[in-house]
Protein backbone atom coordinates (compact mmCIF):
# COMPACT_ATOMS: atom_id res chain seq x y z
CA UNK A 1 0.00 0.00 0.00
CA UNK A 2 0.99 3.67 -0.89
CA UNK A 3 2.47 5.81 2.00
CA UNK A 4 2.12 9.41 0.97
CA UNK A 5 3.72 10.51 4.12
CA UNK A 6 6.95 9.40 2.70
CA UNK A 7 6.37 11.46 -0.53
CA UNK A 8 7.85 14.94 -0.44
CA UNK A 9 5.92 16.18 -3.30
CA UNK A 10 2.33 15.64 -1.30
CA UNK A 11 0.76 17.44 1.54
CA UNK A 12 -2.52 16.84 3.56
CA UNK A 13 -4.27 19.01 5.87
CA UNK A 14 -8.01 17.60 7.30
CA UNK A 15 -9.24 21.37 7.16
CA UNK A 16 -8.47 21.65 3.29
CA UNK A 17 -9.97 20.22 0.44
CA UNK A 18 -11.78 17.09 2.71
CA UNK A 19 -7.87 15.93 3.89
CA UNK A 20 -7.07 14.70 0.53
CA UNK A 21 -3.71 14.03 -0.80
CA UNK A 22 -2.70 16.70 -2.86
CA UNK A 23 0.53 18.60 -4.34
CA UNK A 24 2.51 20.77 -2.39
CA UNK A 25 1.52 24.26 -2.43
CA UNK A 26 -2.07 23.58 -4.30
CA UNK A 27 -5.37 22.31 -4.06
CA UNK A 28 -5.19 19.53 -6.89
CA UNK A 29 -5.87 16.17 -5.12
CA UNK A 30 -3.41 13.60 -6.42
CA UNK A 31 -6.28 11.29 -7.08
CA UNK A 32 -6.93 13.98 -9.68
CA UNK A 33 -3.53 12.99 -12.03
CA UNK A 34 -4.57 8.79 -11.59
CA UNK A 35 -7.92 9.36 -12.56
CA UNK A 36 -6.74 11.66 -15.99
CA UNK A 37 -4.25 8.89 -16.50
CA UNK A 38 -6.98 6.18 -16.24
CA UNK A 39 -8.67 8.29 -18.73
CA UNK A 40 -6.29 8.64 -21.51
CA UNK A 41 -4.77 11.96 -20.30
CA UNK A 42 -1.27 12.16 -20.73
CA UNK A 43 1.46 13.91 -18.20
CA UNK A 44 2.38 16.59 -20.02
CA UNK A 45 -1.44 17.12 -20.62
CA UNK A 46 -2.10 17.12 -16.65
CA UNK A 47 0.05 19.88 -16.54
CA UNK A 48 -1.41 21.45 -19.14
CA UNK A 49 -4.71 21.21 -17.09
CA UNK A 50 -3.54 22.14 -13.84
CA UNK A 51 -1.48 24.94 -14.55
CA UNK A 52 -0.36 25.31 -10.59
CA UNK A 53 1.54 21.14 -10.75
CA UNK A 54 4.65 21.61 -11.47
CA UNK A 55 5.67 18.35 -13.45
CA UNK A 56 8.20 17.56 -11.45
CA UNK A 57 6.01 17.49 -8.63
CA UNK A 58 3.92 14.67 -10.83
CA UNK A 59 7.07 13.23 -11.83
CA UNK A 60 7.81 12.51 -8.32
CA UNK A 61 4.56 11.40 -7.12
CA UNK A 62 4.51 8.84 -10.33
CA UNK A 63 8.05 7.82 -9.07
CA UNK A 64 6.82 6.81 -5.42
CA UNK A 65 4.10 5.22 -6.67
CA UNK A 66 6.37 2.98 -9.19
CA UNK A 67 8.77 2.46 -5.88
CA UNK A 68 6.10 1.42 -3.98
CA UNK A 69 5.08 -0.92 -6.14
CA UNK A 70 8.66 -2.47 -6.91
CA UNK A 71 8.76 -2.06 -3.01
CA UNK A 72 5.34 -4.03 -2.43
CA UNK A 73 6.47 -6.72 -5.70
CA UNK A 74 9.81 -7.38 -3.67
CA UNK A 75 8.22 -8.55 -0.47
CA UNK A 76 5.09 -10.77 -2.04
CA UNK A 77 2.46 -8.48 -1.01
CA UNK A 78 0.14 -7.04 -3.16
CA UNK A 79 -0.17 -3.56 -3.82
CA UNK A 80 -3.42 -2.29 -2.97
Do not use: I, Y
Amino acid sequence: MLDWRDCKAVERDPARVSGAWVFRGTRVPVQALFENLEDGATVLQFVEWFPGVPRDLVEAVLEHARQSLAVDGRNGTAAA
